[in-house]
């Protein structure tokens, strides 16, 4: 009875021990990843009595490819190769697709075309954290006033998301199933406050499950129709990512979130609450 107590006590020890995740980043020189983000989601404002509600979906297509590798960092490239959103906005439908000819030039395409075919060059460690000061960004025209409105909507511009499938983690510290990090993003003007904790809930078939709560923090300035307009929001969000064990690259991340804040324009703070469901997807492309 002994030496099987104490044979299931060392098959326990190894399963246990078998059960952490230790972040490395295992690609090599040529490979290319597309990354597709998608969101949905519906934003409400109040304003003299009346609620406007603005529903939104965008598909975000971005490249990225690996320049070259060594055993401690991989120079990468990511390029936007397809937008595409539609929109209400009082009543009016707006809708765009980088992929279609007749759109590129419409006044809707003016305000996220610029952002296309932009390569974003960066590097990372051996884990996948981006090294400071190593991004190098081919800087897309201003928008107009008009349609500053929309790219900021569409989150476009952020120089950091062509990254999202690699940088994920801050340290290369093994994580043990039920262990939990925190991730902060913080803009140096201090109007971006974004806070994540991440819990290893599973590792099976080669995938590494983690659960997401967080909370963002997001002050905001555009123009349009003449009005300047600066928007205060914060969201809760849950979610998931899976990341693959063996290369270390993001397979896919889900956030939902519940947003709420103001807009002040011309004298007045106006109510702003909504939600948002957020999708990315990565996928190994040709060489």
């Known amino acids: 009875m002994k030496p099987f107590f104490f044979a299931v006590l060392f ?3 190894v399963t246990v021990k078998a059960q952490s995740y230790k972040p490395v980043l295992k690609i090599a020189a040529g490979e290319k990843f597309t990354i ?14 009346q609620t406007i509600e603005i529903p939104l979906e965008n598909t975000l297509i971005n490249l990225l490819e690996v320049k070259t590798a060594a055993d401690n960092s991989y120079e990468l490239t990511s390029t936007t190769s397809r937008i595409a959103y539609s929109m209400n906005m009082m009543g009016q439908d707006m809708n765009y697709d980088s992929d279609k000819p007749e759109d590129r030039n419409s006044a809707a395409g003016k305000a996220v075309s610029g952002y296309l075919n932009k390569a974003i060059d960066f590097r990372v460690n051996s884990f996948g954290k981006i090294i400071e000061g190593s991004i190098k960004k081919q800087s897309p025209e201003k928008p107009a006033p008009e349609t500053d409105m929309i790219s900021s909507m569409l989150n476009l511009g952020d120089e950091t998301d062509p990254s999202q499938a690699v940088n994920l983690f801050d340290t290369d510290a093994a994580i043990n199933i039920g262990d939990s990090f925190v991730i902060k993003n913080n803009s140096a003007d ?12 599973e590792i099976k078939d080669g995938i590494a499950k983690f659960s997401i709560s967080g909370t963002d923090s997001v002050t905001t300035e555009m123009e349009t129709q003449g009005m300047q307009i600066v928007s205060n929001n914060f969201s809760k969000s849950t979610g998931e990512m899976m990341v693959n064990t063996a290369t270390g690259i993001l397979v896919k991340k889900t956030l939902n979130l519940i947003i709420s804040g103001s807009a002040d324009v011309a004298g007045m703070s106006i109510p702003i609450s909504g939600s948002n469901t957020i999708v990315i997807n990565v996928t190994q492309a040709l060489k």
Do not use: C, D, N, R
């Open 11 to 13: 098959f326990s020890a």
């Open 36 to 49: 597709t983000t998608s969101t949905k989601g519906i934003v409400s404002q109040e304003a003299m009595g």
């Open 190 to 201: 201090g109007k971006i406050k974004k806070t994540a904790t991440y819990t290893l809930t």
